[in-house]
């Protein structure tokens, strides 16, 4: 029997889980099922791989969700298609002084170690948006990298009394070489094909690894394990239906969870780096 760190795996502490109310449902990606696992993104491949690379034994081990998702990791990495998020909390527009006069699109590729996976469509305009963690990190004067266009120079950052930048102004710099540059940032688009997006992360249901005999385990369930993102997705995701994993760009890898009225909900999927 495989048993893993900081969670349960008694049919009765799970049913007490959802009867409190601590996870959502049977199938919520924090629960150590079947279909909680799948929902948070795990593989049968992955599954299979990691249960053949265990050794048998008498004695009750308790296994760390690591090496599970590390296993995981390395089959959807080379297929993983790759799309471009920003979060949505305080959004900056960067506006080039130079920039296309009507949108311009480029076909790219998917993920770009496979072009088996094919090609989506980039939309390039005169103003995109950043992250605000990415926009208060860049100084005036500075050039950067947009990934997939080429080079910018920051000429202008405008912040508000809480020192949020509220607005970015600058100029493409086709010329510019990108191995010059200490900042690469993912954008999108000004477009309002944009897709409202949210990014779902789980923590562990417990808050000790291995719990003792005598402990009671309604003392160590863990609480806020879970955190939902508003984010800005480019229109590419559209394609996408439940259950399609991806990566979005330097963010990680998702699996669709829902799709409603047009919203998407990704459900972030561990890599074991953590």
């Known amino acids: 029997r495989m048993a893993f760190q900081y969670t349960v795996m008694s049919k009765r502490k799970l049913t007490k889980l959802v009867d409190s109310k601590s996870v959502d449902a ?56 790759r799309f471009t998020t920003v979060n949505a909390d305080n959004i900056v527009k960067l506006t080039f002084s130079n920039g296309p006069a009507q949108v311009e699109t480029k076909e790219n ?19 995109i948006f950043l992250e605000q963690d990415d926009a208060s990190q860049c100084f ?38 990108v191995k010059n540059t200490e900042k690469k940032l993912h954008w999108l688009p000004c477009i309002d094909s944009n897709i409202k997006t949210n990014l779902v992360f789980y923590d562990h249901i417990l808050t000790k690894a291995v ?6 385990f309604e003392k160590f369930v863990a609480h806020d394990t879970k955190k939902v993102v ?12 439940v259950g399609d994993i991806i990566q979005f760009e330097r963010r990680g890898y998702y699996i669709v969870d829902k799709i409603e009225n047009g919203e998407y909900t990704f459900v972030n999927i561990p890599d074991g780096s953590k």
């Open 230 to 241: 508003a984010a800005l997705s480019d229109p590419n995701i559209k394609e996408l239906k």
């Open 211 to 216: 719990l003792e005999k005598d402990d009671d």
């Open 26 to 81: 049977w199938s919520d990606p924090r629960m150590p099922t079947v279909q909680g696992l799948f929902r948070r993104g795990l593989t049968v491949e992955a599954l299979y791989k990691f249960i053949l690379s265990q050794s048998t034994s008498r004695s009750a081990a308790f296994l760390t969700w690591e090496k599970l998702w590390v296993t995981n990791k390395q089959i959807i990495d080379p297929i993983a298609p």
């Open 140 to 177: 005036e004067n500075e050039e950067v990298t947009l990934m997939d266009w080429g080079n910018a120079i920051i000429k202008k950052i405008v912040k508000n009394d809480q020192g949020k930048v509220t607005e970015m102004h600058g100029e493409l710099n086709p010329k510019g070489n």
């Open 109 to 127: 590729l998917k993920h770009k170690k496979n072009p088996s996976i094919g090609k989506k469509t980039t939309y390039y305009t005169s103003s």
